[in-house]
């Protein structure tokens, strides 16, 4: 079996200044059949990373990552073992369809591919906190940062990805988790378990990213008054929002800070839901006030019974 290899004669009179252009060499080889070399993707024979802090995994071990963080995932409690397991929860359900939807997503918008290209991260050097406090109050960046003064969280929070194997969409997953935040100040809700059920909610509905929609299954855990509220006034408000709302994935946070909030709003087709920490302020003061009426009734009447 032989090999037969054409060049032109171009390419030939440029290697080999002897030849004129003319002349069309057939170049005979005995031939050798090629293999290029192989290793078997497994756990004692992992390819190298795709980018810094990346770790291949197989299918089985995604697999097994996905369900065992899931089991462990506990969307209220933010400690770094539990925040570990949600990150590896994103990760490793959003591959191989709703990561590269996403990053489509923004691939098909002007902004979202500007910030494809500047990779821009959200840190609280990078947005420059104190300068945000600075703003008037009814502005994005404003309305950012005492939202995060009040929750008591900070934006260097978030973990780095790790198990999404293209450098792109990793780059996707870490932007949408760095937006979390906004997304938080955007609509106003909490960091409670209800609020973020709330906003897990809205999100599978503008992201599809399926770690928001099971996340959703945490409203199971809610108090009997949380899920009827839930119910009845955050779960409809959240899909009809995040259904009918831009892609919150294509803004470009860093270019918004200035703009009036109610403005980001209206553009983006997001409403903000009834005050949620406000409401359950309310039902604090209201059962605070009957268990004090209670006291004084019981009071009472052991009074009058001596």
């Given amino acids: 079996m032989e090999v037969t290899l054409r060049r032109s004669a171009g390419v030939l009179a440029r ?21 290029p070399s192989q290793r078997h993707f497994s756990v004692l024979n992992r390819p190298p990373p795709n980018y810094p802090g990346h770790v291949p995994l197989t ?9 065992g963080s899931g089991l462990g995932t506990n969307t209220t409690n933010t400690s770094p073992t539990t925040t570990d397991l949600i990150a ?36 609280s050097s990078s947005l420059n906190l104190p300068a945000l406090r600075q703003l008037p109050p009814n502005t994005v960046g404003h309305t950012y940062v ?10 260097d929070s978030r973990s780095a990805v790790r ?17 979390h935040d906004f997304y938080h100040a955007l609509t106003g809700l909490p960091i409670v378990r209800e609020g973020e059920v709330a906003l897990k909610a809205f999100e599978f509905a503008n992201t599809l990213l399926p770690m928001t929609g099971l996340s959703v299954f945490a409203a199971a855990t809610l108090k009997k008054s949380e899920r009827r509220r ?53 039902e604090r003061e209201e059962r605070a006030r009957r268990k004090a009426e209670a006291a004084a009734a019981a009071g009472g009447g052991g009074g009058r019974s001596g």
């Fill in 15 to 35: 290697k080999n200044h002897g030849l004129r252009p003319s002349f069309n060499p057939t170049i005979t080889i005995a031939a050798a059949t090629v293999i």
């Fill in 59 to 67: 299918r089985l071990e995604r697999l097994g990552m996905a369900i």
């Fill in 88 to 123: 590896a929860f994103a990760e490793t359900t959003a591959t191989p369809y709703f990561i590269y939807r996403l990053r489509d997503v923004m691939l098909a918008s002007p902004t979202g591919r500007r910030i494809l290209r500047d990779r821009p991260r959200i840190t």
């Fill in 146 to 155: 005492t939202w995060l003064d009040r929750e008591g969280v900070t934006p």
């Fill in 163 to 179: 198990y999404i194997d293209d450098e792109e969409c990793a780059y996707v997953m870490q932007r949408y988790r760095e937006c």
């Fill in 230 to 282: 839930f119910a009845s006034t955050y779960l409809p408000w959240a899909l009809r929002n995040g259904l009918r709302a831009k892609e919150v994935i294509n803004v470009y946070w860093e270019e918004e800070l200035t703009k009036d909030v109610g403005e980001l709003r209206r553009e983006l087709g997001v409403e903000p839901p009834p005050d949620l920490r406000a409401i359950r302020k309310a």
